[in-house]
């Protein structure tokens, strides 16, 4: 992987992960303050939001930092789209507010839904100009907005808590988001939009591939919600919700940022085969190092974990960890190696891999739903994921110029030691007497064993370029500074 890939993901990782740290402190501090029907009733309006905000989606970022030739008129065009359709979904999320109430069997989704309109109004108009950053590989810069604006969200929504200690704060917050980052848009970045469609025709051509992507991405990522709110009720929703929040909390933020920096590197290079082969290997052998490291380490440790962070009414929310966790490794190799196909001008592919996935969850998770039981859930879920990731592998080979053999290679020493890792940390039952001091001998114990496997099996199999090789380099340059590493 090249060093400028290398630099933006560190640094959309940087953001993610201070973004993230952020809000897993507010989620601490709501958990206890709020209740799971209060995140329930939320979430339920949430998905909902989520939703209709993907079908009026453009991707006009995207479709701005892909072009090689963007213009004035292309962001002024993107703009003036970007506010279209924050308008659009707004009066969406008015309107379907009532059936969305009946859905879920509860009058407070009509009133969250209203507000929650407010949000993508707001948004609309955020300064199309800060797409640059991206596009300009000036990551350190969309650091800033990202972390400023996550910040000052956080210590509104806690603030409203501790004031109206009910589900309005979690809905103020998002509100109050939305509104930060549009004023802090353009304080740090000098474009000023104006409205055109001049370049409209280009963006879409782009944009409708992706759109249909990403409404695919959303319901794989969110359907059992859907399931769970409409035949458990907002307590069950709420601790399904927080635990797959918990569970692929480290997965997530370890994938999207690398994906958002990926894509504007891979757009470059996408006419070099060679570099493009290299940077997929690259690429699938970091995640799949780092997603099974996290994903396995913490479905092991699952019930000290919920137990700690959230505390005993949580209870119920700890074997869904178990099994989502075991997901969101599965689901975050996926959703890093997606970004390949359109990156190479191949969104039909993945839109027909990601839509063949949300036909086999919808008719899977409603069999599994009727048993009431929502560990089946979970456990159908990372199932399925498990299925068709290698669907997904072959897809970014066939457009790679790769073999399928090659990429499941690389992922075979992290899978290796990911699986022996969850079998000794399952092995034994040493009971300290506190889950931190639990956590505390389980976590080094675990991270000791996923290492030494791992290296092993890459000193087996010939010690092939990844990121054992990039470890140990880094190593050495830093233990015996001025020695020439071959």
Aim: aromatic residues 10%.
């Amino acid at each position: 992987m090249t060093n400028v890939l290398l630099r933006g993901s560190f640094w959309m990782l940087g953001m993610r992960w201070a973004m993230r740290c952020m809000g897993l402190f507010s989620t601490l501090v709501l958990a206890r303050l709020l209740t799971p029907e209060d995140f329930g009733l939320v979430a339920m309006a949430m998905t909902v939001a989520g939703l209709l905000q993907l079908i009026a989606w453009t991707g006009v970022d995207l479709a701005v930092i892909q072009n090689p030739h963007a213009t004035t008129d292309h962001y002024n065009t993107a703009w003036t789209v970007q506010i279209i359709q924050g308008m659009l979904v707004a009066v969406l999320l008015v309107v379907a507010a009532p059936l969305a109430a009946h859905y879920f069997n509860d009058p407070r989704v009509t009133t969250i839904l209203w507000a929650l309109a407010l949000q993508p109004l707001v948004e609309g108009f955020e300064n199309i100009g800060i797409v640059a950053f991206r596009k300009d590989l000036e990551f350190h810069k969309d650091f800033r907005f990202g972390v400023t604006k996550k910040l000052l969200s956080v210590a509104v929504v806690i603030v409203s808590a501790l004031v109206m200690r009910n589900y309005w704060a979690l809905v103020i917050g998002q509100v109050a988001g939305a509104c930060i980052g549009v004023v802090l848009s353009y304080w740090v970045h000098p474009f000023r939009p104006r409205l055109n469609l001049r370049e409209v025709g280009a963006i879409w051509s782009f944009s409708q591939w992706m759109l249909l992507s990403r409404i695919g991405a959303f319901l794989t990522q969110d359907i059992d919600k859907f399931i769970v709110a409409s035949t458990a009720g907002t307590t069950p929703m709420g601790n399904y919700h927080v635990a797959k929040e918990l569970a692929t909390l480290f997965t997530n933020e370890l994938v999207f940022p690398i994906r958002r920096s990926l894509f504007p590197n891979l757009a470059q290079v996408s006419r070099d085969p060679t570099t493009m082969r290299n940077n997929v290997i690259a690429l699938v052998s970091l995640v799949s190092t780092a997603c099974f490291a996290i994903g396995m380490g913490l479905s092991a440790v699952a019930e000290d974990f919920v137990l700690l962070l959230l505390g005993s009414q949580w209870t119920s929310a700890i074997v869904l960890v178990r099994w989502l966790a075991l997901f969101g490794a599965v689901y975050g190799i996926g959703m890093a190696v997606e970004i390949v196909l359109h990156a190479r001008n191949q969104g039909k592919l993945a839109v027909m891999e990601v839509w063949a996935r949300v036909v086999v969850l919808a008719i899977a998770l409603s069999v599994v739903a009727g048993e009431g039981d929502l560990s089946y859930l979970a456990m159908t879920r990372t199932l399925i994921a498990v299925v068709f990731l290698p669907i997904l592998l072959f897809l970014v080979a066939r457009v790679t110029a790769l073999h399928l053999v090659e990429l499941l290679r690389v992922m075979a020493r992290p899978l290796l030691a990911g699986t022996a890792m969850w079998l000794l940390l399952e092995s034994y039952d040493l009971d300290l007497g506190a889950h931190a001091l639990n956590l505390l001998l389980d976590v080094p114990v675990g991270a000791v064993t996923y290492i030494a496997v791992l290296l092993g099996g890459w000193y087996l199999q010939g010690r092939p370029p990844g990121p054992e090789q990039i470890a140990i380099d880094w190593l050495t340059r830093r233990l015996r500074p001025g020695v020439e590493i071959p």
